[in-house]
């Protein structure tokens, strides 16, 4: 299953009809060029829009060429209403940027004036409340502009995903977990799609999948995956029928929609009813790009849908789980790293980060939590078996979070930081994270405003990407870890 947008670029340009329209083709087809030197798959429409006709003409060029997001290009000051309506009535994402002035010895024919020409188009795009992005800095020579592009495509596919999206959830949130309480408004409010199931929807869905033909394919490739000694013989065959029926279950009921995740219950009742716990499974699938999150955590899932298309790569969610003792700090990390003990934390779940994303001693177990509260004092693990655990590798990360308040109202955090190469001495998939300024960043977003225990991960710092991605979707309050020196409204100025 493709689960991600493939983005075909469509570059663009525009001219106002009092400046030589040749200058902005040439910038376009330099841009272009540009943009082929880096790899970039990006259509150069022929029509250079000075008109309104123009712009109708061009847009039907870029559709027809298969292209669903742009790059418009103001060559020179540009025509204000023409360009902005290109953003109107194509259906994609859109960026805007400009020409900077290519030599101090052509300032006549060869002054382009689209510094100017883009204070006008971004008023214009308010004025008509279309949503665009807009570089930190949109004004610069071809080179700098294919940059822009390249910067763009992550948020192009993200925002082409969403609009794809459906999240597909199996039963309530676990008992007093009001933490992944997710009013389903702020989902409509970016354009994505949910479909709530009861557990028993899953349940039966899953014996139906009972002698399923691709099951011992599927066990096969489990081995394959884990290694000889890392799994439990007995479970996989029925894990394997619990995955096929994750992806049989996306294929009939996604719908209109080209793109699934999901948000599934997975205790108390799973394990004893399914015979195992779904954590394993769950990793797979995100390894695939499907996400599955867990405790029907419909954010969570969100979150790590977004991670997907920005990076391309595996995510995962975890609980904020537990500060680092003291005495581990000052035994492994203080001699070799300059954070403090309030930087970093332990992030944990009983086991969905995929294996590509874990040291190589991560094996299938059992849920240690789970066993004790579900199956018999003193016993040997049954249906609590499942979990993928071991430590999360050492990685550049960023840790965020899109949620929608008990009020309906968007509002998301990004930290960038690196999983440390530290033994946790602990249990479930875990590992040492290191955020600069946790301490404070903990206290003053999480805490204050209100988010829940889990957060996503992508395993890369795209900080840059998914801010760009949450201006886009018209979130306003993005937090993230102020550095030191730089306070928070809330932060106590005496403490």
């Not at 510094?115 to 004025?127: A, I, R």
């Not at 797979?284 to 969100?302: M, T």
């Not at 309030?342 to 009983?350: E, K, L, S």
């Not at 979990?387 to 965020?400: K, M, P, Q, R, W």
Request: aromatic content about 10%; charged content about 25%.
């Amino acid at each position: 299953m493709q689960n991600i947008p493939v983005v075909k670029l469509g570059l663009i340009a525009v001219s106002r009809d009092c400046f030589i329209i040749s200058l902005s083709e040439r910038r376009r087809a330099a841009i272009a060029a540009a943009c082929a030197a880096r790899g970039l798959d990006v259509y150069e429409a022929k029509t250079t829009v000075e008109n309104e006709n123009d712009m109708l003409k061009a847009v039907d060029e870029v559709k027809e060429a298969g292209c669903n997001a742009l790059c418009v290009f103001l060559g020179n000051f540009g025509p204000e209403t023409p360009e902005t309506l290109i953003a109107q009535r194509f259906d994609g994402p859109v960026m805007y940027a400009a020409a900077a002035e290519e030599t101090g010895n052509d300032l006549i024919n060869g002054r382009g004036d689209a510094y100017c020409g883009m204070l006008n188009c971004s008023y214009n795009l308010g004025m008509r409340k279309i949503r665009a992005h807009i570089p930190e800095y949109p004004v610069g020579t071809a080179e700098e502009v294919a940059d822009m592009i390249a910067d763009f495509i992550p948020v192009a596919r993200t925002v082409l995903g969403l609009s794809g999206l459906k999240i597909i959830t199996f039963g309530p949130r676990p008992q007093d977990f009001f933490a992944c309480n997710a009013p389903i408004k702020g989902l409509y409010d970016i354009g994505v799609e949910i479909e709530e199931n009861s557990e028993l929807d899953l349940l039966v869905a899953y014996k139906e999948h009972a002698g399923d033909a691709r099951i011992p394919e599927v066990v096969e490739d489990m081995k394959k995956e884990m290694g000889e000694g890392r799994y439990y013989e007995d479970l996989l065959a029925r894990m394997a029928q619990f995955e096929l029926t994750l992806l049989d279950w996306a294929e009939a009921h996604k719908g209109a929609r080209k793109y699934v995740a999901f948000a599934d219950k997975c205790w108390p009742a799973f394990p004893s009813q399914f015979g195992f716990e779904p954590c394993y499974v769950n990793s797979r699938l995100v390894a695939r790009g499907i996400p599955v999150s867990c405790e029907v955590d419909i954010y969570g899932a969100l979150s790590e849908y977004i991670g997907l298309c920005v990076t391309g790569d595996a995510v995962t969610l975890l609980d904020i789980n537990n500060s680092v003792p003291k005495d581990l700090y000052d035994e492994d990390i203080a001699p070799k790293f300059s954070y403090k003990l309030t930087d970093t934390f332990m992030g944990f779940h009983c086991g969905n980060t995929p294996a590509c994303k874990m040291c190589a001693d991560r094996a299938i177990k059992y849920q240690l939590i789970q066993h004790r509260l579900l199956e018999p004092k003193d016993s040997e693990p049954d249906f609590t078996r499942g979990t993928l655990e071991g430590d999360i590798a050492a990685s550049d990360i960023t840790f965020y979070r899109l949620q929608c308040d008990a009020q309906g109202v968007l509002r998301a955090y990004i930290a960038e930081g690196e999983v440390l190469p530290v033994a946790t001495r602990s249990f479930g998939g875990i590992g040492i994270f290191a955020i600069p300024e946790m301490g404070r960043f903990y206290r003053h977003v999480l805490i204050e405003k209100g988010y829940p225990h889990h957060g996503a991960v992508a395993f890369s710092h795209c900080g840059k990407a998914l801010f760009s991605i949450l201006r886009y979707l018209g979130v306003e309050d993005i937090a993230y870890n102020h550095p030191a020196g730089l306070p928070y409204k809330t932060e106590n100025p005496f403490a």
